[in-house]
């Protein structure tokens, strides 16, 4: 699958369908789209096939999308969680949780080093690492490092 953007999911579980991607499949309010939960993501239609195993919703006016309650407890898919939209075919695309999100900054990237469960961007490791020789070695920061080599 093809990535075509990110987008957040806000506190009321609502994302943003970037313009251009609303232009690519034609999301005009009040356009209805289905969803699909499947491998670990959710799949949007916009080509409504009425098999009634998805989720009927509608695009706002702002160009947003809300996701039903069921599949984002089922996705862990909570505020400000980074979405990848990623293009299937010309009538449907594919939302997927990105985890991916540094603990400290909130911004996704494509390479991060885990540390304890939790994601940590290059940015915010090298001012932790520059930390670490200032406020002269806490446990913590310790570990971090031997975690590293
Ligand atoms: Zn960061």
């Known amino acids: 699958m093809q990535f075509l953007g990110t987008t957040r999911i806000n506190h009321e ?9 609303r232009d690519l499949y034609h999301l005009e309010p009040p356009k209805k789209i289905e969803l699909f939960y499947k491998d670990h993501g959710i799949y949007v239609m916009t080509n409504i096939k009425n ?4 989720i009927i919703r509608t695009i ?9 309650t069921r599949y984002r407890q089922k996705l862990s898919w909570e505020k400000d969680n980074i ?6 075919d010309s009538t449907s695309f594919f939302l997927r ?3 991916r ?3 400290f900054c909130l911004k996704s ?3 991060m080093v885990m540390i ?8 915010c490791l090298q001012t932790a690492l520059g930390k670490k020789y200032m406020i002269n070695q806490t446990t913590s920061f310790k570990n971090c490092v031997t975690d590293l080599d």
């Open 13 to 21: 579980g609502r994302l943003l369908i970037p313009k251009n991607i």
């Open 51 to 54: 098999t009634q195993k998805g």
């Open 60 to 68: 706002n006016w702002q160009g947003r999308l809300t996701i039903p």
């Open 83 to 88: 979405i990848e939209l990623l293009y299937v």
């Open 97 to 99: 949780g990105d985890h």
């Open 101 to 103: 999100v540094c603990t």
């Open 109 to 111: 990237y494509t390479d």
């Open 116 to 123: 304890y469960d939790k994601y940590i961007c290059d940015d």
